[in-house]
């Protein structure tokens, strides 16, 4: 199944910059989102390989967790899910991932890959045929389905004569924005895809986007990025993962008022917030700017249960 998202323009404008977004959060399934988006080709490959339990990696408020365990729903397969002991986060995700039966397998953060490799010869042992999809669906399927994201932008631009200047998203782990840049190099385009770090610094973050970059180049037969044409921004992380401000509220609100988008403010209203800044900073004004909406709606209820306890 292909999961085309639409491009909409916004009504807000920021710095005199018309905004679009890519609604990445309305894939078909599972509440859509970039964990959607790199799943699927890790099913397609699960077929091939006629695997008959998935396991994968992720916290509580984990999005890739979720879409995972639903999708291995519907295609009749098991489902594992090792989870760190630590985050015992009561989240819409979690509980989602609970419901649709997968088992879920806690361990100390640190001996996450030794349970990951246990598990993995335990369901072999059982007679199962284990597939292991990386944390957060990262590795090359995963940068492969963010290329295909670069050219239904591309096809939008040619259908509508509309160019973007610049693609903002949230980074995280990085395949995301690693796919769109392998594409904007594969066809040779001009697009500033600026990656707004969620909880990474630079020298951490980068080079684990660039890796995936270059991976999916070397697969193409396509010479390798420099590290310096990458733009992966660790100003807007605050006090790193799931921290957030007034402003990113702010935005989350005016958001979901004014345009009825729901963002949430671990990555999509923070990497929203921190491309509002970076537009301002840079004094860039009168151009196209698409935002990459990477989905995490149940992390928006979260949010918004929260914030309706706080009211109470
Ligand atoms: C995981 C996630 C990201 C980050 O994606 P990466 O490919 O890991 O960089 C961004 N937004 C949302 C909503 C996510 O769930």
């Not at 199944?1 to 309305?26: A, F, G, W």
Request: charged content about 20%; overall charge negative.
């Amino acid at each position: 199944m292909k999961h085309e998202t639409p491009i909409q323009r916004l009504s807000i404008q920021v710095n005199s910059n018309t905004l679009y977004m890519k609604r990445d959060d309305l894939g078909l399934f599972s509440f859509g989102g970039n964990k959607l988006r790199k799943a699927l080709p890790f099913f397609e490959d699960m077929k091939q390989a006629a695997a008959t339990t998935v396991v994968t990696y992720g916290s509580s408020s984990s999005n890739h967790c979720r879409v995972v365990a639903h999708e291995a729903k519907s295609h009749g397969l098991r489902c594992v899910v090792i989870a760190p002991e630590e985050d015992l986060k009561v989240t819409f995700n979690r509980q989602m991932v609970l419901e649709s039966g997968a088992g879920i397998v806690t361990c100390p953060v640190d001996a996450v890959s030794t349970t990951i490799a246990k598990t993995l010869s335990e369901l072999k042992q059982a007679g199962e045929r284990p597939y292991f999809i990386p944390g957060g669906g990262h590795g090359l399927l995963g940068t492969q389905a963010y290329v295909e994201a670069f050219e239904e932008i591309l096809a939008f631009e040619d259908r509508t004569g509309v160019v973007f200047d610049a693609v903002y998203l949230a980074s995280g782990t990085g395949a995301t924005q690693a796919g769109l840049v392998a594409g904007s190099v594969l066809h040779e385009t001009r697009h500033a895809i600026h990656g707004i770090s969620i909880a990474r610094r630079k020298a951490q973050g980068a080079p684990i986007v660039l890796e995936s970059v270059n991976e999916l180049l070397a697969a193409r037969g396509v010479p390798a990025l420099k590290a310096d044409a990458l733009s992966f921004l660790d100003d807007y992380i605050l006090g790193g993962y799931g921290d957030a401000n007034a402003a990113i509220h702010g935005w989350i609100r005016r958001m979901l008022h004014e345009e009825g988008i729901p963002m949430d403010s671990t990555y999509t209203g923070k990497a929203f917030w921190g491309m509002v800044e970076h537009l301002e900073e840079c004094g860039i004004s009168g151009r196209n700017i698409l935002f990459l909406h990477t989905g995490g709606t149940p992390l928006f209820f979260d949010d918004l249960l929260r914030r309706k306890e706080e009211i109470r």
